[in-house]
């Protein structure tokens, strides 16, 4: 990216390398990516009275969802799970865990009252108010990127595997057809991936495993580029909104990295 | 990337992601089975112990009124409290910032609360607004179990100077 601005301002001052220019410009990234959905985790230690009283608990909120699933009816791993379908976002609730995936910008969602504090924050605080309640046990965000590419779709394969793989890497197949990268950082107390290739249009958003809430917005990531899901485990023993916003701009930070070595 | 990418996550992740996946994709047929359902009572009795709350709930939600595929740029959900009720119109303390225990005083008209039963001063509701480039949309709940009663409890270290006799009036000037 560096490389490619630093062309830009040489092309001001001297137009005759306007040609070079039209060459890197067809290839240039769009400055934004697009986070298309992202999950939040929190999860604790099992609460084995869970399915005696979820509906007690839960039912306030059921005013402001759409739909409620129930799963796994009356056992001890009984799961309800809240659509939120005007909004776009989901909410399951289970004796291990509560989880929350949204369709939309992820950095929206770091502002007061946003869905991660009421309802989301509010039904763990719910939870943890519990006897049988023990401790959270760690959090986990998952979220996917998009990011355009101006490139044609045929060449976008090899484009990604100039800048990201080694020759090595890259003749292992004569001829290369999808390729990705997985980068892992595991720390003592966090875990970090990045796993980021060539997107060649909505419908890859779809088979994903942070699958989309709805298809509400697919048009609106009908284009080809790159794409990039990035994971973010963390072990702490309380979790507020504060660890909501961080917990996202140190993967953002990640995200940021990628998208600058591209 | 389609099918390339790999994860190595410990602790279950990815089965659970897949799970989910699943269920996203598959919520649309869950939703019409349900309507199959209804329309033979007497074929419902039967497949559904009264413990089962399957139709239960897919009736609960039959009634509302939604406009899908809206896009709103802005949305937030404000735990409040009631601070006075007229005749046309209702006082709320918002809670704009909970982090900071930060509040608003805002006027809404008294119609918008009409599906709040008990619309006494000092109880709870939620107001949801959502908006984008004009226009805006305000919804409010009853607030009980969802209003987190505690962050309007302020406090705030007033009460460590209780007994400082600084209510007492003052008689040596």
Known sequence: MFFIRAREELCLTFPLIILTLVTIRKYRMSENSKSTVFQFEVRYNHILNFSEISRRLLSPFVKLASSIKVDNQGSIEERLVLNFDEDNYLITVSWDRILIKVQGAIKNFTESNSIIQTPFLSILDRLMELEGFGNVQNILLAANYVKKFDCDKSKLVKWFSERALNKAVESVFPETTDVAVVVESKMKESEATVSFGPYFGSSELLKRPISLVSNVDLEDFDFSGVMLESKYFMKVSEVNFSTFVDIVKVNEENVQRVWKML | ?173
């Not at chain 2, 790999?6 to 992740?13: A, H, Q, R, T």
């Not at chain 2, 139709?55 to 409290?81: M, T």
């Not at chain 2, 209702?90 to 709040?116: E, M």
């Not at chain 2, 226009?135 to 505690?150: F, H, L, Q, W």
């Open chain 2, 1 to 173: 990337m389609e099918n390339a990418i790999v994860f190595k996550f410990s602790e279950g992740d990815i089965n659970h992601l897949q799970e989910e996946a699943e269920r996203t994709s598959n919520s649309d047929v869950s939703k019409s089975k349900n309507r199959e359902t209804d329309s033979n009572f007497l074929k419902k009795e039967v497949e559904y112990s009264l413990e089962d709350s399957k139709e239960v709930l897919a009736n609960v939600f039959s009634g509302r009124d939604r406009i899908y595929d809206e896009k709103w740029l802005l949305s937030e959900n404000v735990q409040s409290r009631i601070v006075s009720v007229s005749d046309s119109e209702v006082t709320v303390d918002c809670l704009i910032d909970i982090s900071n225990r930060l509040f608003q005083h805002r006027v809404f008209p008294r119609r918008l609360f009409d599906n709040v039963k008990k619309l006494d001063k000092g109880g709870f509701v939620l107001i949801k607004t959502k908006a984008k480039p004009g226009a805006i949309r305000i919804d409010v709940y009853p607030g009980n179990g969802i209003v987190n009663e505690k962050f309007f409890h302020l406090k705030d270290g007033w009460e460590s100077l209780e007994n400082e006799k600084l209510d007492e009036k003052l008689t040596q000037w």
